[in-house]
């Protein structure tokens, strides 16, 4: 299996991609990931299975629910997983240096 | 060409350090953390309280496109003029819990300084999470969408 294949098709997809979002910040249960779409129960749930399938996604049984959680580890798999946190970086240290390079002391 | 940003995130650790170099000298590259209005326009968010001194705290607050308020807080813990501070920082409301973040100043000549961030998180997995917003962010910039489902969430 091409993990890293697999996990660019999975996040190809906006809703798949809107679900990573959600489950980043809380697992969460089908039913409440569900509920933030327009979507059909039974489509969010095979996006739910693509995402678990290509390991994006690990599920947690607790007592009758399964929660879902994002697998980071796994997010990794994609090349660029950390650039996006290097850039964000990057631009304000950007900003930094030009901002001081232009300041004049008040005194 | 050599990134001047750098980010070292090994696997399994709950630790991450950032570099940077800066074509600035030491003092200015310090007082940019200092300085409450210096701070407000670099990280792009309203500083409500800023005391850079030992046992200080700060408070930085946020409004994204969507008007909602986000808050950012920590103590200061160390506070070494052009040298040194070692503080806490914490998203107010969000389950990624508190990191330590310790920032080394050098100078390397006249004119260029150097940060060292050395961030530790409660857990691999919160430092994971924290590395991963971005990215979990990016991908969704083009679906507005995604800004509504968030804030149905709170």
Redesign the interface.
Known sequence: MNLRRDVFQAIADPTRRAILLLVASQSLTAGAIASNFDTARPTVSKHLQILAECELLEQKQNGREIYYHLNAKNMKAIADFIEPFRQMWDDRFNKLETIMKNYKPKK | ME?????T?E?GKQELV?T?E???PLE??F??YVEAD?VE????TKVLKLESKKHGSYQFETTDAKGNKHRFNGAIHEFSLNQKITRTFEMEN???GVQLEFYEFEQLTDDTSR?RMHVIYESA?KR??V??????????MA?N??QD??N??K
């Open positions: 990134l001047k940003t750098k980010i995130a696997d950032i940077r800066f074509d600035l200015l590259l007082k940019a210096i326009q670099w990280m792009g969000t389950p990624y940060l997995a994971d999470q590395l991963a917003l971005p990215f979990t962010q990016g991908i969704n679906h969408r995604i489902i968030v149905k969430l």
